[in-house]
């Protein structure tokens, strides 16, 4: 890994307000269910969340802590790969804490329920067009007419 490709990763985390969360089932099946993003710190390696005690992301994740996180829009995509600690420290709860996350702790931030769930990237995968929807669509448009393959840029990280 580059500092570059760090970077870019970072960048691309930045742009996303959700993600498609998965976790293993009791059989080791994965469930997927979104989350909202704490966008209180830039990616360092750990991504943050809160969740509830109760929810069944939570339960999952007590029993198997290994999650994937992916991410996706008009023209990147990101897939991270980690281990989830799950943590009622109130000063990650606090920092993390704003007032859309209080439709599910109507208790607010001190609610017993409320958990930090800190995702430790172990790996990460990304892909980047040329940026903008147009530019992706004229980097298509160009590949269909020459024949070359689309410009698009993937890099997989170890992190």
């Given at each position: 890994?580059?500092?570059?490709?760090?970077?870019?990763?970072?960048?691309?985390?930045?742009d996303f307000p959700l993600t498609m969360i998965v976790t293993l089932?009791?059989?080791?099946?994965?469930?997927?269910?979104?989350?909202?993003?704490?966008?209180?710190?830039?990616?360092?390696?750990?991504?943050?969340?809160?969740?509830?005690?109760?929810?069944?992301?939570?339960?999952?994740?007590?029993?198997?802590?290994?999650?994937?996180?992916?991410?996706?829009?008009?023209?990147?995509?990101?897939?991270?790969?980690?281990?989830?600690?799950?943590?009622?420290?109130?000063?990650?709860?606090?920092?993390?804490?704003?007032?859309?996350?209080?439709?599910?702790?109507?208790?607010?931030?001190?609610?017993?329920?409320?958990?930090?769930?800190?995702?430790?990237?172990?790996?990460a995968e990304y892909w980047d067009t040329p940026g903008s929807t147009?530019?992706?669509?004229?980097?298509?448009?160009?590949?269909?007419?020459?024949?070359?393959?689309?410009?698009?840029?993937?890099?997989?990280?170890?992190?």
């Amino acid at each position: 890994m580059t500092g570059t490709d760090f970077e870019t990763l970072a960048d691309l985390l930045d742009d996303f307000p959700l993600t498609m969360i998965v976790t293993l089932d009791d059989a080791g099946h994965p469930v997927s269910q979104p989350f909202a993003m704490q966008q209180h710190h830039r990616f360092d390696g750990d991504l943050w969340f809160l969740v509830s005690a109760e929810s069944s992301t939570a339960i999952r994740l007590e029993k198997s802590p290994v999650v994937n996180l992916a991410f996706s829009s008009n023209d990147s995509w990101v897939s991270v790969t980690g281990h989830a600690e799950l943590t009622t420290e109130q000063s990650y709860i606090d920092e993390m804490w704003d007032p859309s996350v209080e439709a599910w702790f109507p208790g607010g931030r001190t609610d017993p329920s409320v958990r930090a769930l800190i995702v430790h990237a172990d790996s990460a995968e990304y892909w980047d067009t040329p940026g903008s929807t147009l530019a992706t669509v004229f980097s298509f448009v160009k590949s269909k007419v020459t024949g070359a393959p689309m410009d698009i840029e993937n890099e997989k990280i170890d992190l």
